[in-house]
């Protein structure tokens, strides 16, 4: 059975980081591609970052600011999260699925975790 666990949220002000983790277990990491998505409250659920099929995806809004990451051995995605901004403010998941299916959106993405509060006051 997939699980993914997030963990790392907080409430942070504008300006300040945060990582989030995603614990995976129950499959092989490497056949799975994995990645983060947010929802804000009111808005449907976007692409933050995946690593799917080559080189990491990015949405506009976080470029230059997050960045995906990791470990193998331990199962684990992270998400550092620089230079935030209210706007970021959101529910992060993180989300996987089998890399030979090639997901790029978010309804590609089958495991779902159950998400963590990220809130960045002004």
């Known amino acids: 059975e997939v699980q993914l666990v997030e963990s790392g949220g907080g409430l942070v002000q504008a300006g300040g980081s945060l990582r989030l983790s995603c614990a995976a277990s129950?499959?092989?990491?490497?056949?799975?591609?994995i990645g983060w998505f947010r929802q804000a409250p009111g808005k449907e659920r976007e692409e933050v970052s995946y690593?799917?099929?080559?080189?990491?995806y990015y949405a506009d809004s976080v470029k230059g600011r997050f960045t995906i990451s990791s470990d193998n051995a331990k199962g684990t995605v992270y998400l550092q999260m620089n230079s935030l901004k209210p706007e970021d403010t959101a529910v992060y998941y993180c989300a996987a699925e089998l890399r030979a299916l090639v997901p790029i959106r978010s309804f590609d993405f089958g495991s779902w975790g159950q998400g963590t509060q990220v809130t960045v006051s002004s």
């Open positions: 690593i799917s099929d080559g080189s990491p």
């Open positions: 129950g499959f092989t990491f490497d056949d799975y591609a």
